[in-house]
């Protein structure tokens, strides 16, 4: 595969420290007023920090065990807190929902339907001191807030913080099912026992709790193990991402990127498998899966695929979707998925949308404030210290651009699973340079092709 060090961006999955000086949008300004309303902004992934105690030889982010100085300070980062949470309220003054706090005895929250999600990443979010004061701030403005760790610094006090201050989720990255396979791929030893402590840790103070795991070649083999130590950690989600190969990973990417093909066989074994296990299975940074889900409810008329595409519809309009899922015969030595228990409509945590989400539902902010479509696609559509956030999320260009998936280009501007795919846009980027172009790990031939 041809990559591209223009992709240098992702770490526990959050955001952007290109190498050199990051490229604005190249194509048009923005202009002044959107030419359709935006989509309203769900989810905000903000690189608290660049620093983190693990050396991940897939990190996006190039992180480094030091903190950089010019990440935004707590002030800087309360305004920004603030600027987001007043996009999510509605703009005529009706009141939200009330839902009761865990940030101080008996208080309340007020969260809005339209809450953002704010998903604390890095580097490794524990690195800043005042994480917790970010978050409880973030939480009493009525935000969801979650936080992406890689777990090691997660011990039984610092759990314990984590849950009074109101964070909804912690996801813990295990990238094998085996010590020795995660270790090698975080770079340090004894990583794996540290994100399994920190996540027992987690679920003894009664949080919520998910796995993410990034998929290459080095841990291909291992899925159905760690779909069973998912289940044996209780874990509320396991979330598998596909490697983008960007920041560290453009230089593991001819070792470690599996085939198209593979791809495509781990779509439809994610299919299987979902509703074989009673957690939350997701797909990330998948986009084709919605094709394949589609796909296999048209082949199969299958009720529980049918349903999925409805919680995606749903989603994508902004009303609540019915997490409950139909009961499913018993597949080898895992229970039968009955009840959703996991991210219900009430749970902020759980999201089933479409395809990729970079700049229309979803951005990301990096630790010196820049705004981009996600953590993996390096185009800047400005920054929050010198510019209102929603205003860049209204009005640039960038964004967009990604709106409109008529814009798409190659094979993905032809395909009928454009609105539902979009394919994934940072790895197009650093195949050929365009955004818009072509999924480079798209085995699918559109029928209009």
């Not at 979902?274 to 797909?283: G, I, R």
């Not at 996600?374 to 205003?391: D, K, V």
């Not at 190659?410 to 940072?426: D, I, M, N, S």
């Amino acid at each position: 595969m041809k990559t591209s060090r223009r992709s240098e961006t992702e770490k526990d999955r959050g955001a952007v420290i290109p190498n050199t000086p990051t490229p604005h949008h190249p194509i048009t300004p923005s202009p002044p007023h959107p030419t359709t309303p935006p989509p309203p902004l769900r989810i905000v992934f903000w690189e608290t920090t660049s620093g983190c105690n693990l050396k991940c030889i897939h990190c996006r982010a190039v992180a480094t065990k030091d903190r950089s100085a010019d990440e935004l300070t707590t002030a800087e980062a309360r305004k920004f807190v603030d600027e987001l949470a007043a996009m999510g309220k509605p703009a005529n003054g009706r009141t939200g929902e009330w839902a009761n706090g865990r940030v101080g005895a008996g208080s309340q929250i007020r969260r809005f339907a339209g809450s953002p999600i704010l998903i604390l990443s890095g580097g490794e979010p524990l690195y800043r001191p005042d994480i917790f004061e970010i978050a409880t701030h973030a939480v009493q403005t009525g935000l969801n807030v979650a936080l992406a760790s890689n777990g090691t610094l997660i011990t039984p006090d610092v759990a314990a913080r984590i849950q009074q201050c109101g964070i909804r989720r912690v996801s813990i990255s295990l990238d094998g099912a085996k010590r020795e396979t995660h270790d090698s791929f975080r770079g340090i030893q004894g990583a794996f026992d540290g994100a399994l402590a920190g996540f027992q840790n987690l679920k003894r103070v009664g949080m919520s709790v998910q796995v993410n795991t990034t998929i290459a070649r080095h841990n291909l083999d291992e899925l159905p193990a760690l779909l069973d130590l998912a289940a044996s950690l209780k874990a509320d989600a396991l979330h598998l991402f596909l490697l983008v190969p960007v920041g560290c990973g453009v230089d593991i990417a001819d070792e470690q990127m599996i085939t198209p093909e593979q791809y495509e066989r781990v779509l439809n074994w994610a299919y299987d498998t979902s509703k074989q296990v009673s957690f939350d299975l997701k797909m990330t940074c998948a986009p084709h899966y919605f094709r394949v889900l589609r796909q296999r409810a048209k082949q199969e008329k299958s009720e529980w695929a049918n349903q999925r595409i409805s919680e995606s519809a749903n989603r994508r309009t902004g009303e609540s979707a019915n997490e409950r899922i139909d009961e499913t015969p018993r597949t080898e030595n895992r229970e039968p998925r009955t009840e959703h228990r996991h991210p219900s409509p009430d749970h902020a945590m759980a999201s089933r949308t479409k395809g990729c989400l970079a700049g229309q539902t979803v951005c990301f902010v990096s630790h010196k404030g820049d705004v981009y479509p996600c953590g993996y696609l390096p185009l800047s559509a400005g920054n929050i210290r010198t510019q209102p956030l929603r205003e860049i999320w209204e009005r640039a260009a960038v964004f967009q651009d990604l709106r409109d998936a008529d814009k798409l280009r190659g094979k993905c501007g032809h395909c009928e699973y454009r609105k539902v795919c979009g394919g994934c846009r940072a790895r197009a980027y650093g195949e050929c340079g365009d955004f818009l172009g072509a999924e480079p790990y798209c085995i699918y031939q559109p029928s209009a092709v």
